[in-house]
């Protein structure tokens, strides 16, 4: 009877947890890093001060436990994409990289959450080194897809920070202007690019 109440316990906190970070990344979207702070992330939340302070050391904590969920969460969004595309070695490739522009990438609360990490990433030592692990292992992922699809390794390096920066930039101005060039036009954009250099 004892191990099933402490199961439980466990997975109350792993759900307080989770809502933390779900509430943190709410304000982070809606508010930016200015307007984050312990109050309105508990008011979000629906929960005590005390009670953030039971789970992380402090709102940098808290911050930087958003910013790794958030791209853990990506992550298993583009495995999905990559696995949902079958076993053709392009098509998979295409897959991965135009989630992006998909929901729920193109998520607007995602872009007010992911433009703060990103702030934050270059002056904040734990978000930079979560930063570059998130980023190294995109790479690495999309490299894997390029050397299925026939390049080497150097080039499948080089190509996957060329088409990071590419996907990156095509969904930083969709999510800001939705009407400008439209999601199946970025898609259109990086399958073509795609096409040319691979």
């Not at 984050?36 to 929960?47: D, E, L, P, Q």
């Not at 979560?130 to 999309?142: C, F, K, N, T």
């Amino acid at each position: 009877m004892q191990p099933a109440r402490q199961a439980f316990t466990r997975e109350s906190a792993d759900a307080r947890r989770t809502g933390l970070i779900e509430a943190t990344a709410a304000v982070l979207a809606e508010q930016g890093l200015a307007g984050t702070n312990v109050r309105a992330i508990c008011a979000k939340a629906g929960v005590s001060p005390g009670l953030l302070r039971h789970y992380f050391a402090g709102i940098d904590d808290l911050v930087a436990a958003t910013y790794r969920a958030t791209s853990d969460r990506m992550d298993r969004i583009f495995a999905a994409a990559v696995a949902g595309a079958g076993a053709d070695p392009r098509a998979r490739l295409n897959a991965y990289l135009t989630a992006s522009f998909r929901p729920p990438v193109t998520d607007p609360e995602l872009l007010g959450a992911w433009t703060a990490f990103w702030a934050l990433a270059r002056s904040d030592a734990r978000m930079v080194q979560i930063h570059a692990e998130s980023y190294a292992g995109y790479r690495a992922r999309l490299g894997d897809l390029l050397i299925a699809c026939g390049t080497t390794p150097a080039e499948a390096a080089k190509l996957a920070v060329l088409l990071t920066a590419m996907v990156d930039g095509l969904w930083l101005e969709l999510s800001l202007d939705a009407e400008s060039f439209g999601a199946e036009a970025a898609v259109a954009m990086v399958e073509r690019a795609v096409a040319a250099l691979v």
